[in-house]
């Protein structure tokens, strides 16, 4: 009899395996536990005249009813109700938003009802509303020097005027279109003012490519970067490209219209509270484009 043989066989593995699968079933309960914990606190919070039920009848809870919300939120009613007894459904990000709007959560209340569900949080079109007061003082603090805030999918969340009147005024853009993957590639309202403009547009998207590894599977994400696909052939050469970058604080140089050349160096600042959130501010390079920089903005 061979040594191999021989040797008693080890279940070692065999109770790490178990132990770890009982340890994810323990979780994905103590989730669905908490899930049902949390919805049935928040539905209780909102009083039915507030969105437009009467407020009569005999109600056992305060606040609204199962039904009211799943009408709310347009899903059914079943639906909703198994999901709030924590039963083991399939959710989709499409719902859970909705489900989230609803209930009017806050930013911080949205993340938690799309971590209780087991799923990746996506970007909310509310993101600009949710930021802080403060982040806001904070870039106009900053004037004259351009300044905003975007997210990892570069939707921009926040800016000072300084960066309306230096790089590009966000003003009369739509909301939905305040993305500088969009304004670059596919918007009407921006083309490209900076100098070195290629290497910009490739860095973008190998920056885009970079985050998007953190969102595989997220619909919002799945859907816009196939909008960009679909509606620039210039973004779709450089994604086949497959670089990936990170934020780069290297000097661009701008063509202002009124000023002139301008170089300017981006400086990052994350802003960890907000999650993969951060504000950059765009500093004169030189003396020169220091003193154009405060005549564009203060006149």
Sequence with gaps: MSLLTSMPVSTDRADRLDTAGGAKQFDKHERRRELSAFLRSRRERIQPEEVGFAPGGRRRTPGLRREEVAQLAGVGVTWYTWLEQGRDINV???????????LRLDRLERNHLYTLAGMAIGPS?????ALPGSIQRMLDQIEPYPALVINARYDVLAFNDAYNKVILDLEPIPIEERNMLWLTFVSQEWRCSF??????????????????????????WHDFTDRLLASSPEFAELWDRYEVAAPSNKIKVLEHPEAGVLQIEPVNMWLSQLGHVRATIYTPADEETEAKVHRLVNG
């Design 92 to 102: 989709s990000a499409q719902v859970v938003e909705a489900i989230a709007r609803t």
């Design 125 to 129: 079109r509310g993101d600009c509303a």
């Design 195 to 220: 100098v070195d403009s290629e290497s910009i547009k490739l860095h973008l998207v190998a920056g885009y490519r970079a985050a998007l590894a953190d969102h595989l599977g997220e619909p919002i």
